[in-house]
């Protein structure tokens, strides 16, 4: 009866001490007091729950760091873009004063046609290979140097361009004019051909939604599809992507000086940058140098005024690129809004992390001097049950034997 009593007790005690050395000793190596489900059932449901919130704020921080760097190039863009316009309204107040000479009004021209082409630089602006400017169109650049006449790939004097020819269903051409921003866009659908888009855009133009003179046909020479401003001082830009038509391309000889379009789109992305939290992370170009004062528009208009026109039409130029002035520097206000409200909730994280960090130590941690205090502690107490048992247990089994 000793032997069937005493073996599992003697056992049951070696496991035991066994187990809480192991434990004592996963402890001192991990740094931490559970280290699964059973050693605290508990503390480790809770961690579970930290751990998920900490996920989560680690994503709303690396959002913040995206998008932080890139809105603050967009900030320094426009602020590049409103010293331009400053420099242009000093020269445009210098040449309105009467006392120039022609050459010195050609002088001033020429450096605000500098002046344009630094502020579309700045537009075409890109960060890691995005351009912020562009809407949610950001792989290619948002500004273009317009032309008076467009040809497509497709269609050559030999083989040229059919009328029935069919489009690509889905396909998209787009006519932008580059003085009044005004755009127009042909989405092809199942039955249409050459003649539907030289339809549509012709009527587009009836209807004022594109500016009267652009007309549309196959050039009866190249064969291709050509669309073509008939004022040479007002530029388009033409895109599509239909396989039918071929790529829309630029004639050789037609740019239209200082004239571009915009060929992004107006929408806006955002960032998540807490629970129910997000902003926008750029601002359209459109918005920024199309629309309202049109920032371009006012450039080119004060590049003509200079180049040939009176002293009032200076003044009335410059008053516009001053308005224009006004306008970009409106624009940067709630970018940088959103710019401070990146860095203070970006700190907000940084100390909902380190939280959660003191939570999570505090549920499943364990310190270096108690967890060497605990394997010491087991280590003596797991001594003690192997010297007990190697007495107990050959007694036992001699008698047992016996």
Do not use: C, H
Not at 120 to 146: D, H, K, L, R
Not at 280 to 289: E, F, K, S, V
Not at 299 to 316: H, Y
């Amino acid at each position: 009866m000793r032997v069937t009593n005493m073996l599992p007790d003697v056992q049951y005690q070696m496991q035991q001490s066994q187990q809480a050395l192991a434990t004592a000793t996963q402890q001192l190596s991990t740094g931490l007091r559970v280290n699964q489900p059973s050693d605290d059932p508990s503390a480790y449901s809770n961690m579970v729950i930290s751990l998920a919130e900490s996920a989560s704020v680690d994503s709303y921080t690396s959002n913040i760091s995206s998008a932080l760097p890139q809105m603050q190039m967009a900030d320094s863009a426009i602020s590049s873009m409103g010293t331009s316009l400053n420099t242009a309204v000093t020269l445009g107040t210098q040449g309105a004063t009467g006392t120039n000479s022609a050459a010195n009004t050609q002088a001033l021209a020429s450096q605000v046609e500098g002046l344009l082409t630094g502020v579309i630089a700045q537009a075409n602006t890109s960060f890691q290979g995005v351009y912020i400017f562009g809407g949610t169109e950001t792989t290619t650049p948002p500004f273009v140097a317009a032309s008076t006449t467009y040809n497509s790939s497709n269609g050559t004097a030999a083989v040229p361009l059919a009328s029935t020819a069919a489009l690509t269903n889905g396909s998209v051409t787009t006519v932008t004019d580059a003085t009044t921003g005004d755009t127009f866009s042909f989405k092809a659908t199942g039955g249409d051909n050459v003649a539907s888009i030289i339809t549509a855009i012709s009527n587009a133009v009836s209807a004022g939604t594109l500016p009267a003179g652009i007309t549309v046909g196959i050039n009866a020479t190249t064969g291709q599809l050509s669309i073509a401003s008939n004022n040479p001082a007002e530029g388009i830009v033409v895109t599509s992507n239909d396989p039918a038509l071929g790529s829309m391309n630029a004639a050789a000889g037609t740019a239209v000086p200082n004239a571009y379009a915009y060929v992004g789109n107006g929408n806006t992305n955002s960032v998540q940058i807490g629970e129910s939290m997000s902003v926008p992370t750029n601002l359209p170009g459109n918005q920024l140098l199309v629309s309202g004062a049109n920032v371009i528009g006012s450039l080119n208009q004060l590049i003509t005024a200079l180049q040939s026109g009176t002293t009032a039409q200076i003044g009335a130029a410059t008053t516009s690129v001053s308005t224009a002035l006004n306008y970009v520097s409106q624009q940067r206000v709630p970018l940088d809004n959103t710019i401070s409200q990146l860095n203070a909730q970006d700190s907000t994280l940084s100390q909902e992390t380190l939280n959660l960090t003191t939570q999570q130590t505090a549920l499943v941690g364990i310190s270096t001097a108690d967890a060497a205090t605990n394997l010491s502690q087991a280590t003596l107490e797991n001594s003690a049950v192997l010297g007990a048992a190697a007495k107990v247990l050959p007694e036992t089994l001699l008698q047992y034997l016996q």
